[in-house]
């Protein structure tokens, strides 16, 4: 059900920014399965989200910093990250100080295991939305986006 999640909000992101968007998977390593310059169909990156299996570390220093170095090449005037993670990292480097470093985070966590992403996002000022399923994904999007 996570990745089915994942998926509808590449697709969501995709629908938002057709060209400048980029998508990355996490466990102990970063996947870009769709980097910025990338001009990759967003059926082939929902594709690829779906055919992927869960891990068990996670290091979300790593997948911030590779999301920040994404969005250095992006054109936007706003540089949003969107993290959808219960945010418990179990490897890598403290994600607090790299969170607070990036333009503006928005953490959307499954509403079953959100005790974690809640701390963090409120730790680094992020917004935070929770989701049961994948059809909570554009009110989720809508919450956190919001100015």
Known sequence: KRLATAAVAAAACAHRAPVD?????FADRVIAVKSQDDSRSSLAVVDDLLRL???GTTDLAGALTAAARQLDRSRAKRRVIILMSDCR???GADAIPVARGLDELCVIAPTDDADDAADFAKAVGAQLATVDEPT???????????R
């Open 136 to 146: 909570d994904i554009p009110a989720a999007f809508l919450k956190v986006l919001e």
């Open 89 to 91: 990292a179990t490897t």
């Open 21 to 25: 968007w980029s998508v990355l998977a």
């Open 53 to 55: 299996r869960g891990q």
